[in-house]
């Protein structure tokens, strides 16, 4: 698939998720409290299988909480955690993390080789596309389009989201809240775990 094509693809996806209400950053620190114990009291989870939030687009977080609200991506340890938020608190809650600094990580130097040519070429023979055609050649994502900002986030993390997403597009448990486009799970779908495994270290090391 050319890049135009997937760039504008995910856009449909996403067009129907822009914010609905403006976050406030102030009001969004107190209401992420209980949030800190996962993610970090700044949004830099301390833990590899937990996501950094810290720097992450407010349109991209707000989805990711409003589909874990609804069920649309389970997410079983935080079942309940979502429930009593307003769509107010969550721009709130998304607002602060996204004026938050992100930490940067090290990439394995045994994978950068691969996992570079995949972040930045894709892999051809497979239509895999290069993931900087959305998520920036810096791994900064693109906010207003809803795209979420890769660089510096958790190894271990991106690999299992994109199994995740790899295990839906086969019928299996997984997640499914890229919409009806399938832009990950298709994505995922054609990738091994090596090639996983690669392009998420070389993103943990990315930063710009």
Excluded: W
Excluded at 45 to 51: E, G, M, R, T
Excluded at 54 to 79: C, F, H, N, T
Excluded at 187 to 192: C, G, H, Q, T
């Amino acid at each position: 698939m050319k890049k135009p094509l997937l760039v504008f693809m995910a856009t449909l996806l996403l067009s129907g998720t822009a914010m609905a209400l403006e976050g406030n950053a102030s009001a969004g620190k107190s209401k992420s409290a209980a949030c800190a114990a996962c993610h970090g009291k700044d949004g830099n989870s301390p833990a590899p299988s937990f996501p950094k939030l810290a720097g992450q687009g407010e349109r991209y977080l707000i989805k990711q909480i409003q589909d874990i609200k609804s069920g649309a991506r389970p997410v079983p340890m935080m079942a309940g955690q979502t429930d009593n938020l307003s769509d107010q608190d969550i721009a709130d809650i998304a607002a602060y993390y996204a004026s938050k600094k992100s930490t940067t990580g090290q990439a394995d130097p045994a994978l950068v080789k691969k996992g570079e040519a995949i972040y930045r070429g894709g892999i051809a023979d497979r239509a895999i596309p290069a993931c900087s055609a959305c998520h920036s050649p810096t791994g900064a994502g693109m906010a207003a389009a809803g795209f979420p900002r890769l660089a510096g986030q958790y190894a271990e993390y991106t690999a299992a989201q994109l199994k995740a997403f790899r295990a839906a597009k086969d019928g299996r448990d997984g997640r499914a809240n890229d919409g009806e486009a399938m832009v990950m799970r298709s994505i995922a779908f054609k990738m091994s775990d090596s090639e996983i495994e690669a392009v998420s270290s070389f993103i943990q090391g990315l930063h710009e």
